[in-house]
T-cell receptor, first 109, second 114 residues
Framework: KNEVEQSPQNLTAQEGEFITINCSYSVGISALHWLQQHPGGGIVSLFMLSSGKKKHGRLIATINIQEKHSSLHITASHPRDSAVYICAVVVSGTYKYIFGTGTRLKVLA | NAGVTQTPKFRILKIGQSMTLQCTQDMNHNYMYWYRQDPGMGLKLIYYSVGAGITDKGEVPNGYNVSRSTTEDFPLRLELAAPSQTSVYFC?????????????FGPGTRLTVL
């Protein structure tokens, strides 16, 4: 079993829908990092969080440290949100990242 | 600030050829990393460096070498390229001195070995 699991692996939505991507982990962490990767593109940072909730525009990220779970929400989704969303955890007390395998999102117009 | 830059963006190599992937950061970060990204897999750490002159192996170091002569640069060398090294390579950097570690990623190098 992977130490970082994301669900779903693939997701297709209609424009305007509310989207949730989940990330569960089994190791102790100091923080969790949500990343975005457009097709053929680089990796862009969305959120780094160690507790609670963060919001940026239409994106919201939450984390529950006790349950070892984080969610990334996209409100009013748009075709430009189509990308792979990657969850990575920072192992507690170390430099080390462990990456999920990503969620491939496609938003249809 | 340019952040983390990588060159080249794309490269096709023949089996047995060698090449160097370049990575530079201008954020004065102490840690630098090389990852590879294969389809359906999470990023895997190849090598990392905690400062100039200090490097160490990650999870998948075989077939690669690195050096870090300056804080800014962390080149990755492929010797005797093999088809199994076809992948997307990402360089990243961070400043870590305890606490939590936020990594910043370069745009990637797409390498095909034929």
């Amino acid at each position: 079993k992977n130490e970082v699991e994301q669900s779903p692996q693939n997701l297709t939505a209609q424009e305007g829908e509310f989207i949730t991507i989940n990330c569960s982990y089994s190791v102790g962490i100091s923080a969790l990092h949500w990343l975005q990767q457009h097709p053929g593109g680089g990796i862009v940072s969305l959120f780094m969080l160690s507790s609670g909730k963060k919001k940026h525009g239409r994106l919201i990220a939450t984390i529950n440290i006790q349950e070892k779970h984080s969610s990334l929400h996209i409100t009013a989704s748009h075709p430009r949100d189509s990308a792979v969303y990657i969850c990575a955890v920072v192992v507690s007390g170390t430099y080390k990242y462990i990456f999920g395998t990503g969620t491939r999102l496609k938003v249809l117009a | 600030n340019a952040g983390v830059t990588q060159t080249p963006k794309f490269r096709i190599l023949k089996i047995g050829q060698s090449m160097t992937l370049q990575c530079t950061q201008d954020m004065n970060h102490n840690y630098m990393y090389w990852y590879r990204q294969d389809p359906g897999m999470g990023l895997k750490l190849i090598y990392y460096s905690v400062g100039a002159g200090i490097t160490d192996k990650g999870e998948v170091p075989n077939g690669y070498n690195v050096s870090r002569s300056t804080t800014e640069d962390f080149p990755l060398r492929l010797e005797l390229a093999a088809p199994s090294q076809t992948s997307v390579y990402f360089c990243a950097s961070s400043y870590w001195a305890g606490g939590y570690n936020e990594q910043f990623f370069g745009p990637g190098t797409r390498l095909t070995v034929l």
